[in-house]
């Protein structure tokens, strides 16, 4: 599988007429061979065209040699970016190397700059991404568990829900639960938003308390085997006001109507499109000022994004989120959220939690 990975993004550095590739981002390092790296720059993955080699210091030592697969491990003292700049691969005049733009910082490249003096750098975009955007069966069976855990500590969570509760212990115990049933760390930093808070779209759980009547926006996921999900779900404290089922099952139908339509052969535009002329039409499309989603893998943000300005094709593999939402300032919020894996004549939603408007 590795090798496979590595074989492709080598045909992706002929085909883009350089030499190597630094792979500094580490969620990229992992999916071309494996190594978990936890720390930046503690793995940089060097690929020439006929050969990869994994830079790494001495407390990744053994771990490196366990995890991967498909390269030669060479550890050092120092740093990988201190490294590198002596591998004699590296020191041949005019080579043109590519780097992660999006991800390698200007300090990094200027040191990388002074140490290759003779070296052209080139910046590239999209290179492993478009690789990683296609999951195979294994990495679909791990985000499927990822969701399964995030499901399962829903229907955890709603049992302390109640008013005066704060939404930092609401959150709290989401993510507890979630290590208790096998996660490896949150995807993300939880959202827990209650009240007018809602209308913060990222509103991260702070020390409000939650009130009678208010909705509760939660936003989280599990990591499993690396792979991540993000799942939201909304519910209202007590019984719901005709408003709020109003603007909830707009929601719900703006989702449920785009997953209908998602499929392979599908911009991501045209997809979303389908969730936001519904809400449109119901009067709110000021309201929805996000994409429609996004990709998740070893990155909780990938691609492909389904948003007014993704012109991408949906392909089968795709695992994407599917979250419309609808957003009022000084009043609230809802978003409904899924994880779903594209398929050629549809998609297969992965998650079970209920999507009924919960009142507790």
Same mark, same amino acid.
């Given at each position: 599988?590795?090798?496979?990975r590595?074989?492709?993004i080598?045909?992706?550095i ?6 190597v590739?630094l ?5 990229h390092? *992992? ?24 830079f790494?210091?001495f ?7 366990k995890?991967?697969?498909?390269v030669?491990i *060479?550890?050092?003292q120092?740093n ?17 190397? $590519? ?13 990388l700059?002074?140490?290759?003096e @003779?070296a052209?750098?080139?910046?590239t975009e999209?290179?492993?991404e478009?690789l990683?955007?296609?999951k195979?069966k ?10 399964r855990?995030s499901?399962?500590?829903? $229907? ?20 507890y639960?979630m ?5 490896e @760390? ?10 007018f ?22 936003d ?5 085997? $690396? ?18 089922? @109003?603007?909830?099952?707009i ?9 209908k339509?998602?499929k392979?052969?599908i ?12 809400? @449109?039409?119901? $009067?709110?499309?000021k ?36 979250e ?8 609230g919020g809802?978003r ?14 992965l998650n079970?939690?209920p999507k009924e408007?919960i009142?507790?």
């Amino acid at each position: 599988m590795f090798k496979t990975r590595i074989k492709k993004i080598q045909q992706k550095i002929v085909s883009e007429n350089f030499d190597v590739l630094l792979v500094s981002e580490l969620a990229h390092v *992992r999916y071309l061979c494996g190594f978990a790296a936890t720390e930046a720059l503690d793995g940089i993955l060097v690929v020439l065209k006929g050969e990869a080699h994994l830079f790494t210091d001495f407390r990744y030592k053994d771990q490196a040699a366990k995890e991967a697969k498909g390269v030669r491990i *060479r550890v050092g003292q120092r740093n990988a970016l201190a490294d590198i700049v002596n591998f004699k691969p590296l020191q041949k005049p005019y080579l043109k190397i $590519g780097i992660e733009s999006n991800y390698l910082t200007h300090r990094s490249l200027k040191s990388l700059q002074d140490s290759l003096e @003779k070296a052209v750098f080139i910046p590239t975009e999209g290179l492993v991404e478009e690789l990683a955007m296609v999951k195979d069966k294994d990495e679909i069976a791990n985000i499927k568990e990822a969701v399964r855990i995030s499901d399962t500590a829903f $229907g955890r969570i709603l049992a302390i829900v109640k008013p005066g509760v704060r939404e930092i212990d609401l959150a709290a115990e989401l993510e507890y639960q979630m290590r208790m049933l096998g996660s490896e @760390k949150p995807a993300f930093e939880t959202i827990a938003a209650s009240g007018f808070r809602g209308a913060l779209p990222h509103g991260l759980a702070s020390k409000k308390r939650v009130k009678k009547g208010e909705f509760i926006t939660f936003d989280f996921g599990a990591t499993y085997n $690396g792979y991540v999900s993000d799942i939201t779900r909304t519910i209202v404290v007590g019984k719901a006001t005709a408003r709020q089922k @109003k603007i909830y099952n707009i929601v719900a139908k703006a989702q449920l109507k785009a997953i209908k339509a998602a499929k392979a052969g599908i911009p991501g535009v045209k997809l979303d499109s389908v969730a936001r002329n519904l809400i @449109k039409k119901n $009067g709110y499309g000021k309201n929805f000022g996000h994409g429609l989603g996004h990709g998740i893998g070893l990155m909780v943000h990938e691609g492909p994004s389904l948003s007014p300005r993704s012109e991408i094709v949906l392909r089968p593999g795709n695992v994407v989120t599917i979250e419309p939402g609808i957003y009022i300032s000084k009043w609230g919020g809802v978003r409904i959220e899924d994880d779903v894996v594209i398929r050629r004549n549809g998609c297969t939603v992965l998650n079970k939690a209920p999507k009924e408007l919960i009142e507790l």
